[in-house]
């Protein structure tokens, strides 16, 4: 598949990959210069990049400024050399028209895929249809330029869960290219690895990745047949998640008792901070990185999400600590 000026879309290799915060001032535009440098800083790190998704307030964003966060991190990349670093952008909406929309515009701006969650909105109506959630998917697999990659969020889709099921269907769709799991269902991402990491399965179809949405499994993920994970405490400690990927992939692969005994230290970190960031939600995530990276990096949210209230900083200032130190150590 070739973007609308020739060139080829970037594969997506295994790995780690971070949800973007979008960085706003104090009167709520969005801190392009911020968002440019926690795009170049993350590359550094070697860890992947996914923008407008949850972490990215993508659904407090006009199109139009959808098109430039995407379009200035793309141009960011290339400028500072990391042109072969693919970007995931989130263009889920509320119709299918409208996603197919986003899609295009994400493509126009330099994206390399999509990733799309179900609407929300009308789930007291259709959430239990399972005809109608396939049916949503598949009108977007069918018109989508890019290649998409199936979100399951049960807490920011008013409940609607995919199970492994529909999963697996919707993965024999040849623009299908992932699903990213933050419905911590370890269960049904090894029941859906199974299938699309199976040799039968690739011999037919491109690469599928099953990623979870924490990292506070992460070890035990890999284990099961997940190709990575997608994670919003990777906006504050991008070389720690790397570390524990390739440590845990390297014990599974060599069988090393002191790789494995490293992985599980390094889970343990991991898992505790994963679970401060996820109490903290995106407002305590932008103090944690304004704390301990840089200044005006996290920036504020645009209402009605709150910034950190005092509990908040003090839960993050004490249940941070340990894994912001390690990272500072690599």
């Known amino acids: 598949m070739?973007?609308?000026?020739?060139?080829?879309?970037?594969?997506?290799?295994?790995?780690?990959?971070?949800?973007?915060?979008?960085?706003?001032?104090?009167?709520e535009e969005v801190d392009y210069n911020a968002l440019v440098?926690?795009?170049?800083?993350?590359?550094?790190?070697?860890?992947?990049?996914?923008?407008?998704?949850?972490?990215?307030?993508?659904?407090?964003?006009?199109?139009?400024?959808?098109?430039?966060?995407?379009?200035?991190?793309?141009?960011?990349?290339?400028k500072e050399g990391f042109n072969e670093v693919p970007i995931l952008v989130g263009t889920g909406a509320g119709s299918a028209k409208e996603t197919i929309k986003l899609c295009v515009e994400a493509k126009e701006v330099g994206a390399d895929a999509a990733i799309v969650i179900h609407p929300g909105y009308f789930a007291f109506a259709m959430g239990k249809n399972r005809q109608a959630v396939k049916d949503y998917f598949i009108s977007v697999l069918d018109k989508s330029p890019l290649p998409v990659m199936i979100y399951n969020f049960p807490g920011a889709a008013s409940g609607i869960d995919l199970d492994s099921d529909i999963l697996i269907e919707l993965s024999e769709h040849p623009n299908c290219m992932g699903a990213k799991l933050t419905c911590a269902g370890i269960g049904k991402g090894?029941?859906?690895?199974?299938?699309?990491?199976?040799?039968?399965?690739?011999?037919?179809?491109?690469?599928?990745?099953?990623?979870?949405g924490f990292s506070d499994y992460m070890l035990p993920a890999a284990v099961s047949g997940h190709t990575g994970v997608i994670t919003g405490t990777g906006n504050l400690m991008p070389k720690l998640m790397v570390k524990l990927w390739d440590t845990s992939v390297e014990a599974?692969?060599?069988?090393?008792?002191?790789?494995?005994?490293?992985?599980?230290?390094?889970?343990?970190?991991?898992?505790?901070?994963?679970?401060?960031?996820?109490?903290?939600?995106?407002?305590?995530?932008?103090?944690?990185?304004?704390?301990?990276?840089?200044?005006?990096?996290?920036?504020?949210?645009?209402?009605?999400?709150?910034?950190?209230?005092?509990?908040?900083?003090?839960?993050?200032?004490?249940?941070?600590?340990e894994a912001m130190q390690l990272e500072a150590s690599l």
């Open 190 to 212: 090894t029941r859906l690895a199974a299938h699309t990491q199976s040799k039968e399965y690739l011999s037919r179809h491109a690469p599928f990745h099953v990623f979870p």
């Open 37 to 78: 440098k926690q795009v170049i800083r993350l590359a550094k790190a070697k860890m992947g990049i996914v923008l407008l998704g949850t972490n990215g307030e993508a659904i407090h964003l006009s199109d139009a400024e959808r098109q430039k966060v995407t379009k200035v991190s793309r141009e960011a990349l290339d």
């Open 2 to 27: 070739t973007t609308s000026n020739g060139s080829s879309l970037r594969p997506f290799p295994k790995g780690v990959y971070t949800p973007l915060t979008t960085p706003f001032t104090q009167d």
């Open 252 to 321: 599974i692969k060599t069988g090393d008792l002191e790789k494995w005994k490293e992985a599980q230290r390094l889970q343990l970190i991991v898992s505790n901070a994963d679970w401060c960031v996820v109490k903290a939600g995106i407002g305590g995530t932008k103090y944690a990185m304004d704390k301990f990276v840089e200044k005006g990096l996290g920036g504020r949210s645009r209402l009605p999400i709150p910034e950190a209230s005092p509990d908040i900083q003090t839960m993050c200032d004490s249940g941070l600590a």
